[in-house]
C-alpha cells in the first residue's frame, strides 16, 4: 500500500476504492467527524444511506449526518444489533425520523453473533435500491464489537463476502474499527479485505490505498 497524507476532502483521497478499514480509537470525535466525511453528505443527496450499527445510537449517527448537509438521502435505512438496537425506535419510530426531517426505516438483529440474518437484512436493503440512479453508502460500526461475537475467521468470510456484495452493487462503504483493541495479526488479517485504510493517530492521519 501507498501512503498519502490525508487531506481535507477524504474522499477524494480513496480514488476508486469501494470499500475503505476506518482505523481510529472507538467513540472519539475525530473518529465521528471522518466518518461523516467517508458518508460524503453532500454527494449522497438524493441517493441511499444505510447504518449497521452494533455500538452506537443510530439516530446520534443520522443526526451528526444530517447536521453537516442541508441535503437529503432519498432512501435512510438502520440495522442495529444488540444494544444498538434499543434505540431503533428513536431513530425511526414508526417510519418518523431522528431530527425531524429525514424518514428512516430500521431494522434489528437480536442476536450480535447472527450473521446470517445479518446478510440477508443488508441485502434487503441493497436490492431495494438497486434501481434508484443516486449513489448508497453505507457505515458499518464496528468490527470491532462484532469480533467480540464471532471468531476472526467467521467474521473474515462474512465480510469477505459482504465487501464484494457493495462493490458489485456500487455501493461506498467504510467499517471502523478500534485498532487498540486487537492484536497487530487480526488487523492485517481485516485490512486485508478492503480497498483502502483510513487510520487516525495522534501525529495525524493517513490513507492507504491497496
Known amino acids: 500500500m501507498t501512503v498519502h497524507e490525508l487531506e481535507r476532502d477524504v474522499r477524494a483521497q480513496l480514488g476508486d ?15 465521528g467527524d471522518r466518518c461523516v466525511d467517508l458518508l460524503d453528505p453532500e454527494r449522497t443527496a438524493d441517493g441511499n444511506a444505510l447504518w449497521i450499527s452494533y455500538t452506537k445510537s443510530p439516530d446520534k449517527q443520522v443526526r ?5 448537509s442541508e441535503s437529503t438521502p432519498r432512501n435512510v435505512g ?13 431513530a425511526s419510530g414508526s417510519g418518523g425520523s431522528p431530527d425531524g426531517g429525514l424518514e428512516t426505516r430500521a431494522d434489528t ?7 446470517t440474518g445479518l446478510g440477508i437484512r443488508i441485502t434487503e436493503y441493497l436490492r431495494g435500491w438497486e434501481d434508484d440512479d443516486g449513489d448508497t453508502v453505507v457505515c458499518f460500526d464496528s468490527l470491532t464489537a462484532l469480533l467480540q461475537y464471532v471468531e476472526l475467521e467467521t467474521a473474515y468470510e462474512f465480510l469477505h463476502v459482504l465487501t464484494g456484495r457493495f462493490a458489485a ?14 492484536d497487530d495479526q487480526t488487523v492485517e488479517t ?9 487510520e487516525l493517530d495522534e501525529d495525524g ?6
Open 17 to 31: 476504492a469501494a470499500t475503505v478499514l476506518l482505523l481510529a480509537p472507538s467513540f472519539s470525535e475525530q473518529e
Open 190 to 198: 481485516i485490512t486485508s479485505l478492503f480497498d483502502a485504510v483510513v
Open 109 to 115: 438483529i437480536t442476536s450480535p453473533n447472527d450473521l
Open 205 to 210: 492521519h493517513t490513507v492507504r490505498m491497496r
Open 64 to 68: 451528526r449526518f444530517r447536521s453537516r
Open 169 to 182: 452493487v456500487g455501493a461506498f462503504a467504510h467499517f471502523h474499527m478500534d485498532p487498540t483493541a486487537h
Open 78 to 90: 438502520v440495522i442495529s444489533v444488540d444494544d444498538a438496537a434499543r434505540s431503533a425506535a428513536a
